[in-house]
C-alpha cells in the first residue's frame, strides 16, 4: 500500500470536533487505498502553557526535565485521534515518540532525529491497521529519555517519517490554506503562493515564518519529500495548498519572493572589549557552549585597542547569555565595560532566489524603510536574503511597507 503522511497542527485538533474533522479528512484518504501515518501536534496553546509551567518553576532548567514536560501535549492528541478513528471504524493506533522509537541525540529541547526504524509500525500496517497516529515532536535519546525537537518540531517529525517510510506525499494541515508571500496575519494582501523553492521556504522558515520549522525544510530537500502545506478547515483537492519543491518546477522569477520576521530577538553588545587576536572566539565559545543562538555579529572600528562587539539572539535566551558572558568575564577569560541587551527588537527579512542575478535589492529595501522612517540597527546579508533588525514597534509597518515595495501582492 502506498503511504501517506498527514501532520495535523495545534489549531488543527484544538478541540474534540476538530480533531473529529480532522479525523474525517484522514477517513478520505483511507478509502483511497493508503496506509496513513498521522503526526499530530498538542491543542494549539498547550506546548506554550507547559513552557510557561517550566519556566516559573525553574529559570535555568533542566532541559531533560523540560521535554518531559513540554512533550506531553502531544501524548494526549495521539490518543484522542487513535479513538476518534476507531469510532469511525477505521482501525488506527497511537504512538508516543518512545514506542516507535523515533531516535534523536541527546541535544534536549533542540534534539535532532538520527534513526526512525520503520519495523513496529509496518508489522501493523501488514496485520491490517490502516492509520498509525504518531505524537509529534518528541522522541528517545541514546540514555532513554524523552526529547523534543525544538519548537514547531512536529513538522519536522511528518518529514522524517514521509522520508523514513517512502511516502508518496507529507501533507502539512494548518489554519492557513497554504504558504503565503508574508504571514497573512500580518497583511491581508498576502498572496498565496502554489509553488515555492525548497531554499527560500529554509529561508523564510529560519528568518521566523513559523508556517513550516526550519528542520523539515531541510530533511525535505534532502530526502526529495514532496512537502505540501494546506488547510485542516476546508475541503481539499489534490492540487489545494502549496508545494514545496525544488527550484527547477517554479517559473515565477522575481528578486523577492516573500518576507519573514522575527518578533523575539534581542541585541546584546558587549562594551569596550579588547580588540585582540583571539576575542571573537573567547566571546562566542562560551555562548555557543551555553546553546545560545547567536545570529547577526558587529564589531565595532576599534579605538585605542578596545572595541564594542554587537549580536542578537532570541529575547529567551538574553538570561543565559549575560549568565556565561558573566561568567567569562569572571574567569578572566574576557573583560568588558558593560553588558547592555536591547530586548525591544525585531528582525524583518526580505528572502528570494532571484536575488542571486538581480542587484539593487538591498538598496530598495533600506529605501523603502527610511522613507516610513525606520532605523536600521544590524544588517545581514546572504545570496538569497537581506534581514534587518529593527524597532519591535516598527515591525508590521516595516513588513507591509517591504510588501508593498516589492509589489509581492501582483501574481
Ligand atoms: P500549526 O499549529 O498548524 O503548526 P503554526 O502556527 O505553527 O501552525 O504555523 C501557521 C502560522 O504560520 C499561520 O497561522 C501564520 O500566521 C504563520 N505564518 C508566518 N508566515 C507565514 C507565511 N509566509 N505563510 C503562511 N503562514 C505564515
Ligand atoms: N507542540 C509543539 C509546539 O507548539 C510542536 C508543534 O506544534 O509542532 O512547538
Ligand atoms: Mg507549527
Not at 496513513?36 to 532548567?61: D, H, P, Q, R
Not at 502549496?242 to 517559473?251: D, K, R, S
Not at 542578537?312 to 568588558?336: M, Y
Request: charged content about 25%; glycine content about 8%.
Amino acid at each position: 500500500m502506498p503511504v501517506l503522511v498527514m501532520k495535523f497542527g495545534g489549531t488543527s485538533v484544538a478541540t474534540l470536533d476538530r480533531i473529529k474533522r480532522a479525523a474525517k479528512r484522514v477517513g478520505v484518504e483511507v478509502a483511497k487505498g493508503y496506509d496513513v501515518i498521522v503526526i499530530v501536534s498538542a491543542m494549539s496553546g498547550k506546548t506554550n502553557e507547559l513552557v510557561g509551567w517550566v519556566n516559573e518553576t525553574s529559570k535555568f532548567y533542566d532541559a531533560r526535565e523540560y521535554d518531559a514536560v513540554v512533550s506531553s501535549g502531544e501524548n494526549v492528541t495521539a490518543g484522542l485521534m487513535a479513538l476518534t478513528l476507531q469510532e469511525m471504524d477505521v482501525p488506527a493506533r497511537s504512538w508516543q515518540g518512545w514506542q516507535v522509537p523515533l531516535k534523536t541525540n541527546s541535544a534536549h529541547s533542540q534534539a535532532r532525529i538520527e534513526e526512525i526504524p520503520t519495523d513496529n509500525i509496518s508489522a501493523k500496517f501488514a496485520e491490517g491497521m490502516k492509520v498509525a497516529v504518531v505524537a509529534g515532536f518528541q522522541g528517545i535519546s541514546p540514555e532513554g529519555r524523552i526529547t523534543t525537537l525544538g519548537r514547531g518540531g512536529s513538522d519536522t517529525t511528518a518529514v522524517a517519517f514521509a522520508a523514513a517510510f517512502g511516502a508518496e506525499r507529507c501533507d502539512i494541515y494548518t489554519d492557513v490554506d497554504g504558504v503565503y508571500t508574508t504571514d497573512p496575519r500580518i497583511t491581508d494582501k498576502a498572496r498565496k503562493l502554489d509553488k515555492i523553492a525548497f531554499e527560500e521556504m529554509l529561508e523564510l522558515a529560519s528568518l521566523g515564518a513559523k508556517v513550516l520549522q526550519t528542520r523539515s525544510v531541510e530533511l525535505a530537500m534532502r530526502f526529495g519529500v514532496r512537502l505540501r502545506v494546506l488547510s485542516s478547515f476546508e475541503e481539499q483537492s489534490d492540487e489545494a495548498g502549496t508545494l514545496v519543491c525544488a527550484e527547477e518546477e517554479i517559473m515565477e522569477n522575481r528578486p523577492v519572493s516573500g518576507i519573514a520576521y522575527s518578533r523575539d530577538e534581542a541585541k546584546m553588545t558587549l562594551i569596550s572589549v579588547a580588540d585582540r587576536p583571539g576575542i571573537a572566539a573567547a566571546i562566542f565559545g562560551p555562548l555557543a557552549e551555553a546553546g545560545i543562538n547567536v545570529d547577526m555579529i558587529i564589531q565595532n572600528i576599534a579605538e585605542e585597542g578596545r572595541t564594542d562587539m554587537t549580536f542578537s539572539c532570541p529575547v529567551d535566551q538574553v538570561a543565559r547569555a549575560e549568565k556565561a558572558l558573566n561568567a567569562a568575564k569572571d574567569s578572566g577569560d574576557i573583560n568588558f565595560h558593560d553588558l547592555v541587551a536591547d530586548t525591544n527588537v525585531a528582525k524583518v527579512s526580505a528572502v528570494g532566489i532571484g536575488m542571486r542575478s538581480q542587484s539593487g535589492v538591498a538598496a530598495q529595501m533600506f529605501k523603502t524603510l527610511s522613507d516610513e522612517g525606520v532605523n536600521i540597527k544590524v544588517i545581514a546579508t546572504s545570496e538569497i536574503k537581506i534581514s534587518v533588525l529593527i524597532d519591535r514597534k516598527y515591525m508590521e509597518l516595516a513588513v507591509q511597507a517591504l510588501h508593498d515595495a516589492f509589489e509581492l501582492e501582483k501574481a
